[in-house]
DNA sequence: TTGTATTATCGTAAATTTACGATATACGAT
DNA sequence: ATCGTATATCGTAAATTTACGATAATACAA
């Protein structure tokens, strides 16, 4: 990427494409999945699960993080994250909103 | 990324993680927008709306149709391109599983 | 047939992502 | 105070993405 171009584009715009792009990954949507269902989790056991590295795992919760999908804190040897509800319910809204009555009634395309 | 490890993922995830790859970059957002305001739209639009380079937004389209979420045929010096209703709402019901119903009530996170 | 206009592709440079091992950090237990 | 465990960060290599100019390719018009 030569030169960020984001400032060409509308902020909110950024804002969600940073959003999706946290999605953009199996191993996160794994790890969203694994926090949906336990209602809290620690790193460790998400390392199991994956077929990752602890430190890729580290990565990748870090991403989550910084596009603010996940929260949580790290007491020392023991780390708690869980999904950021209000995150998630903005995106919820941004997708309904882009995809919400999709109807292509152009006939030109197969 | 060294040694694509989406074999270690359920098929599921990846083709899902990749759809929202195409959504992941504010380009491609205004992209969609604008296929989805105007029923019809031809490339050479979309390059005049977005500040970017014909190549680029060329690709951008590339990715987006790959990705399964456009659909369009080049006729020559014309294309037409339209959203690909199914796939949308194919990741409308995806995030509808994901983020349908967010409560995160573990109490140990901020 | 020769332009003309429009889109796609190629080649390439800069930036980012992904992955890992190694190392640091921080807490709890002994 | 030290050890052990668990998580984060650092450094780094390979792959991918993004962007562009230059160049092809394709259909229509003259």
Redesign the pocket.
């Given at each position: 990427?030569?030169?960020?171009?984001?400032d060409?584009f509308g902020r909110a715009d950024v804002a969600l494409?940073?959003q999706f792009?946290a999605l953009?990954?199996?191993?996160?949507l794994a790890i969203l999945r694994t926090l949906a269902e336990r209602s809290t989790c620690?790193?460790?056991?998400?390392?199991e699960v994956l077929?990752?590295?602890?430190?890729?795992?580290?990565?990748?919760?870090?991403?989550l993080?910084e596009a603010g999908l996940i929260q949580?804190e790290?007491?020392?040897?023991?780390?708690c994250?869980c999904l950021n509800a209000d995150t998630l319910r903005t995106m919820h809204k941004a997708v309904e909103a882009l995809f919400g009555d999709v109807d292509c009634s152009c006939g030109c395309c197969g």
């Open positions: 990427m030569p030169i960020a171009k984001t060409a494409a940073a792009k953009a990954h199996p191993a996160r620690i790193c460790g056991d998400l390392v077929p990752l590295a602890q430190a890729t795992v580290s990565q990748h919760l870090r991403a993080k949580g790290t007491d020392g040897p023991r780390s994250y």
